[in-house]
């Protein structure tokens, strides 16, 4: 059974930057496409940013490009979200996600198979 287990939330000014951590085990962390997604209050959760397997390919959500940057370090079973130019709207609950074994990284959360408990971002303007 894979876990994952999120770090590096906080509170940030605007303009500000966090890197969230997202430690994998249990599973074999290279055969797993990884996901970051993240749930404001009242809203739906929504896709940030996936990685490939490999960590050669990724994707970002339009609304993130340029700001945001997902990458993974194999040593360690870790995905990272490197988060820059925070916005106010960018505050939200941010989950990690797995898929696989051996799945392709996709943008739908219904693809993801596990899931971290999460770590809250708070901007403040």
């Known amino acids: 059974q894979v876990q994952l287990v999120e770090s590096g939330g906080g509170l940030v000014q605007a303009g500000g930057s966090l890197r969230l951590s997202c430690a994998a085990s249990?599973?074999?962390?290279?055969?797993?496409?990884m996901g970051w997604f993240r749930q404001a209050p009242g809203k739906e959760r929504e896709f940030v940013a996936a990685?490939?397997?490999?960590?050669?390919?990724?994707l970002h959500a339009d609304f993130v490009k340029g700001r945001f940057t997902i990458s993974r370090d194999g040593a360690s079973n870790t995905v990272y979200l490197q988060m820059n130019s925070l916005k106010p709207e960018d505050a939200a609950v941010y989950y990690c996600?797995?898929?696989?074994?051996?799945?392709?990284?996709?943008?739908?959360?219904?693809?993801?198979?596990?899931w971290g408990q999460g770590t809250q971002v708070t901007v403040s303007s």
């Open positions: 249990g599973g074999a962390f290279g055969t797993y496409a």
């Open positions: 996600a797995g898929r696989g074994p051996f799945k392709t990284y996709v943008r739908g959360n219904s693809g993801y198979d596990y």
């Open positions: 990685i490939s397997r490999s960590g050669s390919k990724s």
